[in-house]
């Protein structure tokens, strides 16, 4: 059964309530460039975030950064679950947020990504929240979309006072079972080491596992297989390249471990739809004006 309860959008937010019973899972290659806000009315689910599995139990709140490689999965065999989402574009919202709060969403997101158990005063709270943001978005009454985005500032301000980034917090929330413990030793391993990362050979003598069993869980916790994490990982990095330094396309393709430029060029297409050279115009372009705004405040200062 799937019974979507509410589904509103305004521009650049998405907000949807949905009740599943059954085993549903995320699709792979789940890496997308809206921030995403996840609570879990009811149930248990794993949540898979860069290279963690989280366990995630009823009255919890997920936050995954945009870029961020995330899925969530059946957790102990239980398939029902009630769960509100939230995805954000940068804008409209980060000015609103930036102007009122003086944070912007990349900061907030880059330092508050993870999971954070509410207790009960805080699952009413923040319930409460969502709910008015979702009936906000649905009556269209005078100046609603100042009214969503002003609880949805007082949801960052609650997490802000929370100190979710406490490291005790987020260790109690991981998911400690062998199969868990092992996907996140490669995973790291590959953040870490993309370039290097070559094969799933490779990668099960280096962490003495079977071939097999390491392609099956890693896929099951993942979505990905070994060789697709690899390539968004590589991809990631690419990305950040393009915007960052001047390195040619060859000398890219090279660092991070592709032999050939056509192989580099056709994984980047796959995972961006778009080449590295149009990636680099298209991005540096929308950035120019916010180093341009930044450069005349440094000079007035």
């Known amino acids: 059964m799937r019974r979507v309860v509410f589904e509103e959008t305004m521009d650049g937010i998405c907000i949807d309530r949905i009740i599943r019973n059954y085993e549903y899972n995320m699709p792979s290659k789940h890496v997308h460039d809206e921030y995403e806000i996840y609570y879990l009315l009811e149930g248990e689910r794993y949540y898979f975030i860069e290279n963690q599995t989280y366990l995630v139990k009823e009255g919890s709140l997920v936050f995954i950064n945009r870029g961020q ?3 969530t999965g059946v957790a102990g065999g239980k398939s029902y679950h009630d769960r509100i989402l939230i995805e954000l574009k940068a804008e409209p919202y980060q000015t609103f947020l930036s102007s009122s709060l003086g944070i912007s969403l990349s900061q907030f997101f880059s330092s508050n990504y993870g999971v954070l158990k ?5 699952q009413h709270y923040v319930k409460c929240l969502l709910l008015g943001i979702a009936e906000e978005l649905h009556q269209k009454q005078p100046h609603y979309t100042a009214m969503a985005m002003m609880k949805m500032n007082s949801l960052l301000i609650y997490v802000l006072r929370t100190n979710m980034r406490d490291n005790s917090q987020q260790i109690s929330n991981l998911a400690m079972t062998a199969k868990h413990k092992k996907v996140s030793e490669v995973a790291s391993y590959i953040m870490a080491h993309s370039a290097q990362a070559r094969s799933l050979d490779d990668l099960a003598k280096r962490f ?4 097999c069993y390491l392609s099956r869980i890693f896929k099951e916790v ?3 297989t070994v060789s697709e994490y690899i390539n968004i990982n590589r991809i990631q990095k690419a990305k950040k390249m393009l915007l960052d330094t001047d390195l040619s396309i060859t000398e890219m393709a090279a660092s ?5 430029i056509t192989y580099f060029e056709k994984v980047f297409f796959n995972f961006t739809e778009t080449s590295p050279l149009k990636y680099r115009k298209q991005y540096r372009k929308m950035a120019q004006p916010i180093r341009d705004k930044k450069t005349e405040q440094e000079g007035d200062s």
């Open 118 to 122: 509410l207790d009960g005063s805080g």
């Open 222 to 224: 993942t979505g990905f």
């Open 208 to 211: 003495y596992i079977s071939k």
């Open 69 to 71: 490689i995330h899925k």
């Open 256 to 260: 991070l471990g592709y032999e050939s």
